[in-house]
Nanobody, 121 residues
């Protein structure tokens, strides 16, 4: 099993910045794509950013040029650095990791428990 632990959320004023972290632990053979998603009250969960094992990144249009996703493969950790935060960025942020626990097992998607980001003055 793979466990994901997120951290870094909180309350920040508009224009501020935050960095989220998501560390994967447990029985891990390899990790493929890692990503961040968010869900605002009354809305569906949406993709924020993803990064592949070889470093290719993809961003939602709403966060391009403000958010940066990066990963540390030595720590099985993915980060989301957010600047110029807006009230509409307020949501619960979830990380997702594609991983397998052995060379013969299937790839599975694992989700973190979520961390609240609130942008408000």
């Amino acid at each position: 099993q793979v466990r994901l632990v997120e951290s870094g959320g909180g309350l920040v004023q508009p224009g501020g910045s935050l960095r989220l972290s998501c560390a994967a632990s447990g029985t891990i053979f390899s990790i493929a794509a890692m990503g961040w998603y968010r869900q605002a009250p009354g809305k569906q969960r949406e993709l924020v950013a993803t990064i592949t094992s070889d470093g290719r990144r993809n961003y939602a249009d709403s966060v391009k040029d403000r958010f940066t996703i990066f990963r540390d493969n030595t720590k099985n950790t993915v980060y989301l650095h957010m600047i110029s935060l807006k009230p509409e960025d307020t949501a619960v942020y979830f990380c997702k990791v594609g991983a397998r626990d052995s060379s013969r097992s299937l790839w599975k998607d694992y989700w973190g428990q979520g961390t609240q980001v609130t942008v408000s003055s």
